[in-house]
């Protein structure tokens, strides 16, 4: 009797365990499928939890060189800056670039324009202080930060939206462009393939973000760069938006 009565307790755990685990795996799933709602996506930003620990260990080592370096990242930079800056405001405006990492951007625009760069990784502005000692550069979060002025003709937001409240830090920015002239800039990338890898509920952020960015301002035009990557074929969306 005993003996039945053991083989009944570790029969039924097994039972309840392999049930959990399967439901688990199928949750796990969900979140993570193509065909992830889109409010739920929404319900879910930001899409990427900033590790500023991490970052910064990153960052010292090396890992995020490539995001200064690459031809295809710099090939955004040169867009942002070299194209629509350069294009669309006066020679002698002001640039606000959040998460600005080591300060890229400011390779790019008219000597002339001024250029401030907030980030919230502090190695990063590290060494984009070591690299361009002449740019202004501050480690900062977008969500608290002071910038120096009340009014710019750009502002910037470079592959950076992944990691924070889109909406707020749209509001948050959008109250200190010049009014008409004014206009924001907004990088986005998606993979377009990967290389052995599923996609996950982060490879589809893109369309999320830019609807919520969409609801809050009128864009004006974008160019898309399509490029590979170590990871696989990507594209990264370079948008130009007024205020509505
Ligand atoms: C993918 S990198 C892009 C860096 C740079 N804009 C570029 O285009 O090369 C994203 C950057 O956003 C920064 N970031 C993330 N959350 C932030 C926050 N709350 N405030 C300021 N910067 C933030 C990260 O530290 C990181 O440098």
Redesign the pocket.
């Known amino acids: 009797m005993p003996l039945r009565l053991a083989f009944l307790i570790v029969g039924s755990t097994l039972v309840a365990f392999l049930v959990g685990f399967k439901m688990a795996t199928m949750l796990v799933r969900q979140n993570t499928s193509p065909s992830m709602s889109f409010l739920d996506g929404l319900s879910r930003l930001p899409i990427w939890k ?1 590790d500023k620990r991490q ?1 910064d260990k990153e960052t010292k080592k090396g890992v995020w060189n490539f ?1 200064d370096e690459d031809d295809n ?1 710099r090939s ?2 040169a867009i942002v800056g070299g194209v629509y800056i350069r294009n669309h405001a006066p020679p002698n405006g002001s640039i606000l670039d ?4 080591t300060g ?1 951007l400011s390779d790019f625009l008219i000597p002339t324009q001024t250029y401030e760069g ?4 502090c190695e ?1 502005i590290q060494k984009g202080l070591q690299k361009r000692p002449t740019v202004n550069l501050t480690c900062a ?3 608290t930060l002071t910038p120096s002025r009340t009014l710019y003709d750009v502002i910037v937001f ?3 939206l992944y ?2 409240d889109v909406r707020a830090v749209i509001e948050r920015y959008r109250v200190l462009l010049r009014p008409k002239t004014g206009f924001i800039m907004v ?1 986005l990338f998606k993979f377009l393939q990967l290389k052995g890898k599923k996609m996950m509920k982060e490879d589809f952020a893109r369309e999320n973000i830019t609807a919520i960015v969409h609801a809050l301002l009128k864009p004006v035009n974008k160019v898309e760069i399509i490029g590979e990557t170590f990871d696989g074929k990507a594209s990264w969306c370079i948008e130009m938006l007024r205020l509505a």
């Not at 959040?98 to 990492?101: K, M, P």
């Open positions: 900033f970052y995001m990242e955004r930079h959040i998460g600005c990492a890229t907030y980030d919230l990784g990063a979060d977008a969500a470079n592959e950076m990691f924070v990088s």
